[in-house]
């Protein structure tokens, strides 16, 4: 008897659909990703980050009335409990960013008495006081970690300053909030990938906002999905000049080795994200004294792109990510909770939308073990 007869097989669930969206849509031949409708190139051009969460949420753009009650929100929840705050000062220091983070975000949900009660609007307001919060809490674990203060949020309307000013202590000039939010912008939403479904996967179950959010967490935190802009950046590091560029790709990939920050499973053309973050990375480090870091960054996809473009392995968003945060002042290790920090708004609209509409998330495996084993009693299995 085969198993495998009665449905084909999708390892890494390649091309399989489980529900319908209208939050994202991604034509990964022609180069494009939509938010809602709307192109990232606009988005990123013309909105403010609160605007596309706000979008993201709530299906539309918001008008001026709702887009400042919204940042109200969010203000009043970036000041989560000071119980909160010293515990994320306290085991910060050593200890995985995005361990902190995953722990903490669960965390608020012990302050939201009745978080596990249903219905859509509190689950929407569970989504805005997570997002609100987040920046709070990214910003304290990497002060705590360069061994200075929680910096209190000083209550901008700009969720992009107001984390710069946490995580700087101080305000952050104009270009700088701007490529922060453009860079929380790109992040925000990417369809059903590993760690959106991971949130819906939690939500099927009538679990709760928290979980999907920590769940998902725990999944972005991988090197082949949130870890990938941490990686490609060590790279650029290690090779440190455009001169190296070309001998450590070619070395790289004849070990067998993946460039990070190149590839996708969905696009297989150039990652619109790779473009805009590109462009702004160059002016970043123009400004920042970076022009090396830049400039071997160029190098090394240009070596990349000549060995693996035939394969349609091209930049990802997370190769110039990398060097965006980078020249913002950010720690390498922060990449992925920041990166988080905008990702939760994807999160939580897709986690919104699928209970609209539930069906709890449950494949099969094809069981290739055996059956009918005899069973040896624990005396006679030997040394
Ligand atoms: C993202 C990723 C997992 C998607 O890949 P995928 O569609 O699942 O493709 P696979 O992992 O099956 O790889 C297919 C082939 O391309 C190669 N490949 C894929 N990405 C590669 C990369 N970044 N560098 C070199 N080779 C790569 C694989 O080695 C494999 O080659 P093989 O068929 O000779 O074994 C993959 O491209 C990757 O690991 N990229 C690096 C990590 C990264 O940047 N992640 C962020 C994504 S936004």
Redesign the pocket.
């Known amino acids: 008897m085969t198993l495998t007869d009665t449905a084909p097989l999708h390892k890494?669930l390649?091309n399989v659909y489980v529900c319908e969206s209208k939050i994202c849509f991604i034509d990964g031949e022609n180069s494009r990703l939509y938010y809602r409708g709307y192109s990232i190139e606009e988005l990123s051009q013309k909105s403010t980050f609160e605007e596309v969460a706000y979008l993201l949420l709530n299906g539309s753009l918001p008008t001026a009335k709702n887009l400042t009650s919204f940042k109200n929100e969010l203000l009043s929840a970036s000041t989560p409990s000071r119980h909160l705050l010293e515990w994320v000062a306290e085991n910060s220091r050593n200890s995985d960013p995005m361990d902190i983070l995953r722990t903490s975000l669960s965390m608020l949900s012990i302050t939201d008495k009745g978080s596990e009660s249903g219905g859509q609007d509190a689950n929407l307001t569970r989504g805005v006081h997570i997002l609100g919060a987040a920046p709070t809490i990214v910003a304290a674990i990497s002060r705590a970690r360069r061994n200075l203060s929680t910096v209190p949020s000083p209550g901008l309307s700009s969720l992009a300053a107001n984390f710069l000013v946490m995580h700087r202590g101080e305000e952050p000039d104009e270009f700088d909030t701007r490529a922060m939010d453009q860079a929380l912008i790109l992040h925000a939403e990417h369809d059903l990938?590993a760690s959106t479904f991971s949130a819906i996967v939690t939500a099927s179950t009538l679990s709760d906002m928290y979980s999907a959010v920590t769940a998902a967490v725990g999944t972005l935190k991988g090197?082949?999905?949130g870890g990938?802009n941490e990686?490609?950046l060590r790279f650029v590091e290690h090779v440190g000049t455009p001169a190296n560029a070309e001998k450590e790709v070619n070395d790289t990939?004849d070990r067998?080795?993946?460039?990070?920050?190149?590839?996708?499973?969905v696009y297989k053309n150039y990652?619109p994200r790779y473009k805009i973050l590109k462009a702004t990375s160059k002016e970043l480090c123009e400004r920042k004294g970076l022009a090396t870091m830049y400039a071997t960054a160029e190098a090394i996809e240009k070596a990349?792109v000549a060995r693996?473009s035939d394969?349609k392995?091209l930049p990802?968003?997370?190769?110039f990510s990398g060097i965006v945060f980078k020249a913002l002042g950010i720690e390498t290790e922060l990449f992925t909770p920041v990166f988080t920090m905008s990702r939760i708004s994807g999160w939580a609209a897709h986690v919104l939308e699928y209970l609209s509409d539930n069906r709890l998330i449950r494949p099969k495996s094809v069981y290739t073990g055996e059956l009918d084993r005899r069973y040896i009693p624990i005396k006679e299995r030997g040394a």
Do not use: K
């Open positions: 890494g390649d990938n090197p082949l999905h990938a990686a490609a990939l067998g080795q993946r460039i990070m920050g190149f590839g996708h499973r990652d990349a693996l394969h392995i990802n968003v997370d190769f």
